[in-house]
């Protein structure tokens, strides 16, 4: 089974490499963008047509949610012109596409412990567990809404997907949130963090493995399955909960403080609320998932 990566030097993409000897029975093809220019259609079936993948993973993404604001256009080129690209060429050689999205497509709010979808109608949302797949996307930035651009295009082009919609992701590899903080624990004796807005930390590591298993498993399922599913480890917290256990289980001693969102502006607005529901994933693929302290301790031993 020959499967092509892209975005090879991202977090995701150095997450997977670094399972992919656990899997001889993949052939796995890593692409920078060097190697695979995914906003060039004609780039993109001239490396399909030599490598004949019958996977796609396609980890390329323009992640720089505030600079997104100033460079709208290269935002959109990357996580919806280079997704329609990927899109058109699975289908031109028959090859399932996974795409990785972001909880940023969703700009729920959270207020007095209950989280919202709609700030007019205060409507509630459906799951107690979280966002669904089937909750509709409401974007407040460019970032999210070049990435649900992208996701409309694959769905508009190609039938043989999986969208996975991921949140605060982090590993051992690249620049995040975890490595940010033990960095800044180095500089600093007290540091201020955001404590209202809520979601899950997702090691890449894991989401590398539940993509694993969505292929070797996808060969026993039926076009219907195909589709959105979302993905993060299991529980919930803040950003400043999450620094408090990166410190806590790294021995780290530091003076930190909660602070709220609008304390700390940025160009792009953050979801108050993305915490995912995993329902969907965990029964059609029979996967456990790890709470999002165990993933990090695994994730500091690496380091």
Same mark, same amino acid.
């Given at each position: 089974?020959?499967?092509?990566?892209?975005?090879?030097?991202?977090?995701?993409?150095?997450?997977?490499?670094?399972?992919?000897?656990?899997?001889?029975?993949?052939?796995?093809?890593?692409? *920078?963008?060097?190697?695979?220019?995914?906003?060039?259609?004609?780039?993109?079936?001239?490396?399909?047509?030599?490598?004949?993948?019958?996977?796609?993973?396609?980890?390329?993404?323009?992640?720089?949610v505030?600079?997104?604001?100033?460079?709208?256009?290269?935002?959109?080129?990357?996580?919806?012109?280079?997704?329609?690209?990927?899109?058109?060429t699975?289908?031109?050689?028959?090859?399932?596409?996974?795409?990785?999205?972001?909880?940023?497509?969703?700009?729920?709010?959270?207020?007095?412990?209950?989280?919202?979808?709609?700030?007019?109608?205060?409507?509630?949302?459906?799951?107690?567990?979280?966002?669904?797949?089937?909750?509709?996307?409401?974007? *407040?930035?460019?970032?999210?809404?070049?990435?649900?651009?992208?996701?409309?295009?694959?769905?508009?082009?190609?039938e043989?997907?999986?969208?996975?919609?991921?949140?605060?992701?982090?590993s051992?590899?690249?620049?995040? +949130?975890?490595?940010?903080?033990?960095?800044?624990?180095?500089?600093?004796?007290?540091?201020?963090?955001?404590?209202?807005?809520?979601?899950?930390?997702?090691?890449?590591?894991?989401?590398?493995?539940?993509?694993?298993?969505?292929?070797?498993?996808?060969?026993? +399922?039926?076009?219907?399955?195909?589709?959105?599913?979302?993905?993060?480890n299991?529980?919930?917290?803040?950003?400043?909960?999450?620094?408090?256990?990166?410190?806590?289980?790294?021995?780290?001693?530091i003076?930190?403080?909660?602070?709220?969102? *609008?304390?700390?502006?940025?160009?792009?607005?953050?979801?108050?609320?993305?915490?995912?529901?995993?329902?969907?994933?965990?029964?059609?693929?029979?996967?456990?998932?790890?709470?999002?302290?165990?993933?990090?301790?695994?994730?500091?031993?690496?380091?």
């Amino acid at each position: 089974m020959v499967v092509l990566v892209t975005g090879a030097n991202g977090q995701l993409g150095q997450a997977i490499q670094s399972i992919s000897g656990k899997y001889p029975e993949i052939d796995f093809v890593f692409c *920078s963008s060097s190697d695979l220019d995914i906003t060039n259609l004609e780039n993109c079936q001239v490396v399909f047509d030599e490598f004949k993948p019958q996977f796609c993973i396609n980890a390329a993404a323009y992640t720089a949610v505030d600079k997104a604001e100033s460079e709208p256009a290269k935002a959109f080129d990357i996580n919806a012109n280079g997704a329609e690209n990927l899109a058109i060429t699975c289908k031109k050689f028959n090859t399932i596409l996974i795409h990785i999205s972001t909880d940023f497509v969703f700009d729920a709010y959270f207020s007095e412990g209950i989280a919202y979808y709609d700030r007019e109608l205060r409507l509630p949302l459906k799951s107690n567990l979280g966002l669904t797949e089937t909750d509709v996307p409401f974007p *407040s930035g460019v970032y999210g809404l070049t990435k649900l651009q992208g996701e409309q295009a694959i769905q508009a082009n190609w039938e043989k997907h999986f969208i996975i919609r991921t949140s605060w992701v982090y590993s051992q590899f690249g620049n995040n +949130f975890m490595k940010t903080m033990l960095r800044l624990a180095l500089e600093r004796v007290s540091l201020s963090v955001v404590a209202d807005q809520i979601g899950t930390p997702t090691n890449a590591v894991d989401l590398a493995e539940v993509l694993i298993v969505i292929m070797v498993s996808s060969f026993k +399922f039926q076009v219907s399955s195909f589709g959105i599913y979302n993905f993060s480890n299991e529980g919930q917290c803040s950003w400043y909960d999450f620094a408090n256990e990166i410190f806590r289980q790294n021995g780290v001693s530091i003076d930190l403080k909660p602070i709220r969102t *609008s304390a700390y502006p940025t160009p792009a607005k953050r979801p108050a609320y993305s915490v995912l529901d995993k329902t969907k994933i965990r029964s059609t693929f029979d996967i456990k998932i790890n709470d999002w302290q165990t993933s990090l301790s695994a994730c500091l031993k690496q380091l």
